[in-house]
């Protein structure tokens, strides 16, 4: 079975731009969650969707947004690039009866220039 | 709020040496806890997690991880590391039942040296 995929693997941006950050995860999976981890630092939670639903929020600004598909995928905005947006976006899938178990995918590295 | 402390953000060992990776965490209500693995350019790999019954988890390729509750504490540990150990590891905590958010720690680099 194919794991959590991500696309793109890189992108580069310059400040000011926009950009769209996207994740399909493992079939069967209805739970997504978005990390950031920048450079030298452990991922920090952005946003988790359940069923289409926003069930959790971490502390970014409203730039980051968010959004699931009916078949479970995801998407993650963010508006207004700052450079210290610059960091591997992670994305990561899970079942509701998994114990919170998560399975990532191999993330997008952002560079904002 | 939950948070996580990696004790050391750099372990340089040798081949064949064993290793401990410290973690604490701080929770007020029960946790899971987890350690995730992460190779150079790659995305996070699930070592091993602690949810509920015998405070011993071990992974199939030799780490195991002991949860003490009084020192909140889920250090990990492995008798003999090879080279191929070489990589990032982070602990992680979520709550019971409630978001599936995990915790991260800072994430400690373990270096195994010839």
């Known amino acids: 079975d194919a794991g959590v995929t991500q696309s793109p693997t890189h992108l580069i941006k310059t400040r000011g731009q926009q950009v769209t950050l996207r994740c399909s995860p493992i079939s069967g999976h209805k739970s997504v969650s978005w990390y950031q981890q920048v450079l030298g630092q452990g991922p920090q939670f952005i946003f988790q969707?359940?069923?289409?639903?926003?069930?959790g929020r971490g502390n970014f600004p409203d730039r980051f947004s968010a959004r699931q598909f009916p078949n479970y995928s995801s998407e993650l905005n963010v508006n207004a690039l700052l450079l210290g947006d610059s960091a591997l976006y992670l994305c990561?899938?899970?079942?509701?009866?998994?114990?919170?178990?998560?399975?990532f995918g191999p993330g997008t590295r952002l560079t904002v220039l | 709020a939950q948070s996580v402390t990696q004790l050391d953000s750099q372990v340089p060992v040798f081949e064949e040496a064993p290793v401990e990776l410290r973690c604490n965490y701080s929770s007020s209500v029960s946790v899971y806890l987890f350690w995730y693995v992460q190779y150079p350019n790659q995305g996070l790999q699930l070592l091993l997690k602690?949810?509920?019954?015998?405070?011993l988890v071990e992974s199939i390729n030799g780490f195991e991880a002991e949860f003490n509750k009084s020192q909140t504490s889920f250090h990990l540990r492995k008798p003999s590391v090879h080279i191929s150990d070489t990589a990032e590891y982070f602990c992680?905590?979520?709550?019971?039942?409630?978001?599936?958010?995990?915790?991260f720690g800072k994430g400690t680099k373990l270096t195994v040296n010839p």
């Open positions: 969707y359940y069923e289409k639903e926003e069930r």
């Open positions: 602690y949810l509920s019954g015998s405070t």
């Open positions: 990561a899938s899970t079942t509701r009866s998994s114990y919170n178990e998560q399975f």
């Open positions: 992680a905590v979520s709550d019971w039942g409630g978001s599936e958010k995990l915790v």
